[in-house]
């Protein structure tokens, strides 16, 4: 019973003392982080209906680098969700897959007037995009 006591009081002192309160707004206050999309094959300016790195080595690698610095943090570490957002590892592959995923990606996901997902349309261009979609087919379960 006095370690339970020592731990709450440890943590009443760190969130007196500031220390937690960066912690927890940390979530919200993350900018999105650039997507070196050099080495992949341009796409141009009209978006694709799929994703034409499908089991590129070099587009999963770039979207690996880019879901780990702009995704994991609520999808999860390599894409394994822990409850805050979908896990995308179960995301449907192909056409339909694609489509859903392009949707949700520029324009994020809004419920009752708040952002829980923002969108990154003018954040990433395509190949960021289809990068990152190249990576989560590369984890994909059934």
Sequence with gaps: MNGTRTVAGLALVAIASGVVAPLAMAHGDVQPQAVN???LKPLGDKMLE???YRG???AIAVGFSAFTQNCARCHGLEAISGGLAPDLRYLELGKEGDTWFMERIQNGAMVNGVYK?????TVFNQEAMWA???YLESRHED
Excluded at 117 to 121: A, G, I, L, R
Aim: glycine share 6%; aromatic share 6%.
């Design 50 to 52: 799929e994703n034409p």
């Design 37 to 39: 999309t050099e080495g």
């Design 132 to 134: 990152i979609r190249s």
């Design 117 to 121: 997902m923002p969108p990154f349309k």
């Design 56 to 58: 590129d080595p070099k």
